[in-house]
């Protein structure tokens, strides 16, 4: 699977593509409060 899917698999299940910890979702972004990740999506 490339990079970038894989990340992306992993973000839908809510688990950090950097770090692998749990991603809080703010507003319209998604963000890892362990290691400061961001997924801003913009509107």
């Known amino acids: 699977m490339p990079k ?3 990340q ?3 973000i839908k299940k809510g688990i950090c593509p ?6 809080a979702h ?3 972004c998604i ?3 362990n290691c400061g990740w ?5 509107a």
């Open 8 to 10: 992306a698999e992993l």
């Open 31 to 33: 963000e890892c409060p």
């Open 26 to 28: 703010l507003e319209s």
């Open 38 to 42: 961001s997924g801003c999506e913009e």
């Open 18 to 23: 950097a770090c692998g910890r749990l991603l």
């Open 4 to 6: 970038d899917e894989k």
